[in-house]
C-alpha cells in the first residue's frame, strides 16, 4: 500500500487516540518495509515509536510525524474513525493533522529514490515525553541523526505551500503564590493582605513588553491566565493569593533567563512569593539556508506559491529535533485540525505527496 489516499484511509480508521496506538504504526511500517526501508520498533514506556530508514547515496533527508490524534469528541457528520471521502474530501480525525501527511512520506518515498528515513511517534499530542525525544537520543547512539528534518505537522494556512515554520516560540507557564496574614478587614495593621501584594507583582509583570519582537519573530507575550483567592468573605483579608500565567517568547529569551526574571520582579513586592516554573519548550530558529530553501523550492514547483517562513503558532516536536540538525515543518492546511469533520481535500493530498517527492530528488542527490 504505497497509495497516499489508501494509506491514509488505512491510518485514520485506527483509531490512535493518544496513548492508544490501535495498530496505526504498523499499517505504517508495513507499507515501509515494502518500499524497502528497515524498520526498528522504539518502545519507550506505554508509547508506540519507530525509526525507519531506506539507505542510499547522497544526503540524509528524514521525515518526522506522530500517528497519534486528539480524541474526537462530538458532533461529527462523518465517522471520525471511517475515512470516508465525500465530493474529493477524506475526513476523519488526524486527516489533516497529521494522518495525511504520514501518508504522503511513504507515497512519496516510493516515487523518489534516496536516503530517507522516518521518525515516527505515538505521543505528539499528550506529553511527548516518551515519544521524539527518546527516538532522538537513540539516532543519535546510532549515528543516524540526518542532514535535514521535515515535520508534517499542517503549517499551511488559507492554500497548501502558503506557509513554512522554519521556528517556534518557546512556552513557560508559572504559579505565583503569595502568602499573607489573614485578618479581619476593619483591621488591616494586624493582617498582611496579599492580594495587594498580588495585584503589585502581575501589574509590574505586565507594566513593560518583553521585547519588540526581531526579523523572525513577533514579540513575546506575557498572559495572566488565572488569578484565584477564592474568598468567600468580604471582611476578611485573606491568607493567600495565587495567580497564573503563560509566556510565549521568542529567541530573544531563554526559559531560564525569564524564570530569573520573574523572580526579581516577584520578590521586589513579595518576598515570600513561591515561584513555579515549567517550560513546555525553548524557542528554536532554524536560520533560512540552503536547507529552508530546499523545502520552498519545492512547494513553489509544485504549487506555484512562495511560501513564507513563519514561526507562530504553538510548540511543536520540531523544538526537540532543532537540537539535532536543521529542521523546517511543513504540511497540510490546518484550518480543520483538533475540529470536528477534520479533513483534507485529494488534490491536496496529491499535492503534497508532489512536493515530498520533489524535495527528496532534489535534496538527496
Ligand atoms: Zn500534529
Request: negative net charge; proline residues 6%.
Amino acid at each position: 500500500m504505497t497509495d497516499a489516499l489508501e494509506l491514509a484511509q488505512a491510518l485514520i480508521r485506527c483509531p490512535s487516540v493518544t496513548p492508544a496506538d490501535a495498530g496505526a504504526q504498523a499499517v505504517l511500517a508495513d507499507a515501509l518495509e515494502t518500499l524497502g526501508f528497515t524498520v526498528t520498533r522504539l518502545k519507550f514506556g506505554a508509547i508506540e515509536n519507530f525509526f525507519a530508514e531506506r539507505p542510499g547515496t547522497g544526503a540524509h533527508l528524514c521525515f518526522a510525524g506522530h500517528t497519534d490524534v486528539v480524541p474526537p469528541g462530538e458532533g461529527w457528520r462523518h465517522d471520525p474513525f471511517g475515512g470516508v471521502v465525500e465530493d474529493g474530501v477524506l475526513y476523519g480525525r488526524g486527516a489533516a493533522d497529521m494522518k495525511g501527511a504520514i501518508a504522503a512520506f511513504a507515497a512519496a518515498a516510493a516515487r523518489a529514490p534516496g536516503h530517507v528515513s522516518l521518525l515516527i511517534t505515538g505521543d505528539e499530542e499528550g506529553d511527548a515525553i516518551d515519544g521524539t525525544v527518546r527516538v532522538l537520543e537513540w539516532m543519535e547512539a546510532q549515528g543516524k541523526i540526518p542532514d535535514f528534518c521535515v515535520v508534517g505537522e499542517p503549517t499551511s494556512r488559507v492554500r497548501l505551500g502558503d506557509t513554512i515554520k522554519i521556528g517556534r516560540r518557546g512556552s513557560l507557564n508559572a504559579r505565583i503564590t503569595i502568602p499573607g496574614i489573614q485578618g479581619h478587614a476593619a483591621y488591616p495593621r494586624l493582617a498582611d493582605n496579599p492580594v495587594h501584594r498580588l495585584v503589585k507583582t502581575l501589574s509590574a509583570l505586565i507594566a513593560t513588553p518583553l521585547d519588540a519582537g526581531n526579523a523572525w519573530f513577533e514579540p513575546s507575550s506575557l498572559q495572566i491566565t488565572s488569578t484565584d483567592v477564592g474568598n468567600p468573605a468580604a471582611n476578611v483579608i485573606p491568607g493567600a493569593a495565587t495567580a497564573r500565567l503563560n509566556i510565549r517568547f521568542n529567541d530573544m529569551h531563554t526559559g531560564a533567563g525569564l524564570t530569573d526574571w520573574l523572580t526579581e520582579i516577584i520578590s521586589g513586592y513579595a518576598p515570600a512569593a513561591e515561584l513555579a516554573v515549567r517550560i513546555s519548550g525553548e524557542p528554536f530558529l532554524t536560520q533560512p539556508g540552503r536547507h529552508t530553501e530546499a523545502l520552498s523550492a519545492a512547494i513553489s514547483q509544485v504549487t506555484g506559491l512562495m511560501p513564507e517562513p513563519n514561526t507562530a503558532g504553538g510548540t511543536s516536536d520540531a523544538r526537540f529535533i532543532a537540537g539535532f540538525c536543521p529542521v523546517a515543518e511543513f504540511g497540510l492546511v490546518g484550518a480543520s485540525m483538533h475540529r470536528t469533520d477534520e479533513c483534507v481535500p485529494l488534490a491536496e493530498l496529491a499535492q503534497l505527496t508532489e512536493i515530498y517527492a520533489t524535495l527528496i530528488r532534489d535534496f538527496c542527490r
